[in-house]
Structure formats: C-alpha cells, structure tokens
Nanobody, 125 residues
Framework: QVQLVESGGGQVQAGGSLRVSCEAS????????MGWFRQAPGKEREFLAF???????YYRDAVKGRFKISRDNAKNTAYLSMNSLIPEDTAVYYC???????????????????WGKGTRVTVSS
C-alpha cells in the first residue's frame, strides 16, 4: 500500500503561482509513476500530468507551458508547479501513483492504483 498526502494548496490571485506537493509513504521508493489530477466544482476529474521514475513527463495539452511536474525520489515527493494561474484552475488537486505498466491512456482515464485526498486551490480574479 502507498499513502499519498498532498499539501500546498491555498488561495492565489489570477496571474500568480503556486506549488503543490505530494508525499508518498508506505511501500514507496522511486518505483512509482506519480501524477496529478484535478476536479473543479461541478466538473469531472481531469488528468494533468505524470512523471516517471526516470523523470519523463507527460502533460495535458491545456496546461503545457504553465504547469510543471517534478519529483524528488529521495523524499518520495512529487510536485506540481503552477504559473499564470487563472480562475478556471480553481479545483481540488489530487496526487496519484501507479506501479503498473506506464501507458498514457491509463493515466488520462484515471486508471491508477493510489490516490491522495486532495488539496484545494482557489484562484481569485
């Protein structure tokens, strides 16, 4: 089992930046692909990005260039740095981890093994 705990959410003004973190514990190590999703009020959860053990990354087109995913394997922690935030980025941001075969389709579909409980990000205009 892997437990994921997000932190770093909060309120920020439009145009600002924020970094959310996800610390993994339990049966961890650097063997998991880690990623981020979000769910805005009244909308379905959507995939944002993932990062592999070797730090290969993949992003949802809509956040490319504004969001950056990274990880520190020694700390079992993944990060999502968000820049040029807009009110439409307001959502609960969820961390996820998966030990299975890395396929973009699985991540886009949210077919991953472990989920955090989320951290709320609010972008005010």
């Amino acid at each position: 089992q892997v437990q994921l705990v997000e932190s770093g959410g909060g309120q920020v003004q439009a145009g600002g930046s924020l970094r959310v973190s996800c610390e993994a514990s339990g049966r961890t190590g650097s063997s998991y692909v880690m990623g981020w999703f979000r769910q805005a009020p009244g909308k379905e959860r959507e995939f944002l990005a993932f990062i592999s053990r070797s730090r290969n990354t993949y992003y949802r087109d809509a956040v490319k260039g504004r969001f950056k995913i990274s990880r520190d394997n020694a700390k079992n922690t993944a990060y999502l740095s968000m820049n040029s935030l807009i009110p439409e980025d307001t959502a609960v941001y969820y961390c996820a981890a998966d030990a299975g075969l890395l396929r973009v389709s699985r991540w886009v579909a949210g077919d991953v093994d472990y989920w955090g409980k989320g951290t709320r990000v609010t972008v005010s205009s």
